[in-house]
């Protein structure tokens, strides 16, 4: 099982970034998929989820309004369109995935947000 992370990179405050993550392996239909993200010297926060199969979405307080997160299921896909970016989300972000536990991790995407 692999997460590919991409779509990181440097923006401006208050500019948009989307992140990619494409999960190869297995299907991940009866899974959910989540998005995490660690700064520097703090530890992994969750940051948005969603289940492949009632389309549920989660996300943390410090992203909602802010943050979307969407998959497609035909290419077993998880997006995360980021707007309204902020310098406090600089971190690196991860994609997991799992049924019960989060159990599958990608290498992470590295986001930086300029003020």
Do not use: H
Request: aromatic share 14%; glycine share 14%.
């Amino acid at each position: 099982v692999q997460l590919q992370a991409s779509g990181g990179g440097l923006v401006q405050a208050r500019g948009s970034l989307r992140l990619s993550c494409a999960a190869s392996g297995r299907t991940f239909r009866n899974y959910k998929m989540g998005w995490f993200r660690q700064a520097p010297g703090k530890e992994r926060e969750f940051v948005a989820g969603i289940s492949w199969s009632g389309g549920s979405t989660y996300y943390a307080d410090s992203v909602k309004g802010r943050f979307t997160i969407s998959g497609d299921v035909a290419k077993n896909t998880v997006y995360l369109q980021m707007n309204s970016l902020k310098p406090e989300d600089t971190a690196v972000y991860y994609c997991a995935a799992g049924s019960g536990r989060y159990d599958f991790w990608g290498q992470g995407t590295l986001v930086t947000v300029s003020s």
